[in-house]
């Protein structure tokens, strides 16, 4: 048996009903809690998974078997999401970059940590975080998946994914530090800010090589403005785990609506939550 006739393609690779069937019972809880990480509201993470269910079931036929089909449909629910919460309070991602790539710009470390240790404020800050460093940061740091999986949800590269991260950490990290900006003088240090800092988010995750890796180090020990920069990021990125929601049982009414969007399809009482 070939793989497109044991997931249920056809010999063009569409799904057909009984495969769409078995996605929204197997990949419903995974998919839900992708929607969550990245709308951060549980009523507004089932809309989204709806939707994105019922787009895939009018776009079928455009299924080619490129792939999994769980990733084509992860892939689609991630966009849903990001439709979501794109709003005009985001900063854009130039404005961020430009700040730190500035030799002189910090923030009040101590102040931003404790600013990400309150769950409204935190919160608050994210709305001003593009939507797709956005989505790329909540689905690493708050829900665990490796880049290697954010990449894939994303329908990106492992690199992109990588800068993606980057980019909504340090707008996090400014956008919680808005209010304490400062900017110092930089005297005897060796190595240029931007340099150490588009490297800082690797450094975090142990991603960089022992010679990179040693540079950034020399170059904290020595700058006046990167360790307080270095320390948001730690802080935040811890506070980013405690919204981990615990509850991964997708609801009782989104399991019987997800259920319910090909004919004769049975809820599966395993995916809901009394």
């Not at 794109?86 to 500035?102: L, M, N, Q």
């Not at 990400?116 to 956005?134: G, K, W």
């Not at 180090?217 to 615990?246: M, N």
Request: glycine share 6%.
């Amino acid at each position: 048996m070939t793989d497109a006739a044991a997931d249920g393609r056809d010999h063009a690779g569409a799904l057909d009903a009984d495969a769409f069937a078995r996605l929204a019972r197997d990949r419903g809880p995974a998919l839900f809690r992708i929607a969550n990480a990245v709308v951060r509201n549980p009523a507004d993470a089932e809309d989204v998974v709806q939707e994105a269910f019922l787009r895939a079931w009018r776009s079928r036929d455009r299924f080619r078997g490129e792939g999994s089909p769980d990733a084509w449909l992860g892939r689609i629910v991630h966009n849903v999401a990001v439709e979501r919460i794109r709003g005009s309070r985001e900063v854009p991602v130039a404005e961020v970059e430009e700040r730190w790539r500035d030799d002189a710009y910090t923030v009040e470390a101590e102040r931003v940590v404790e600013r990400a240790a309150t769950v409204e404020e935190l919160e608050d800050a994210l709305i001003h975080v593009p939507a797709d460093p956005r989505a790329a940061m909540l689905l690493h740091d708050v829900e665990g998946l490796p880049i290697a999986e954010v990449a894939r949800v994303q329908g990106i590269t492992e690199d992109a994914a990588k800068l993606r991260l980057r980019r909504g950490r340090m707008a996090l990290v400014t956008a919680l530090g808005r209010e304490d900006e400062v900017f110092r003088a930089m005297e005897g240090v060796p190595l240029r800010c931007w340099d150490a800092r588009r490297f800082v988010s690797e450094y975090i995750d142990g991603g960089l090589p022992p010679e990179t890796r040693g540079a950034l180090e020399r170059h904290l020990a020595t700058c006046p403005t990167c360790p307080p920069l270095y320390a948001s990021l730690v802080g935040v990125r811890t506070a980013l785990g405690r919204l981990r929601d615990s509850d991964r049982v997708v609801p009782a009414e989104l399991a019987a609506r997800l259920a319910a969007l090909h004919p004769g399809a049975q809820a599966d009482p395993g995916l809901s939550r009394s």
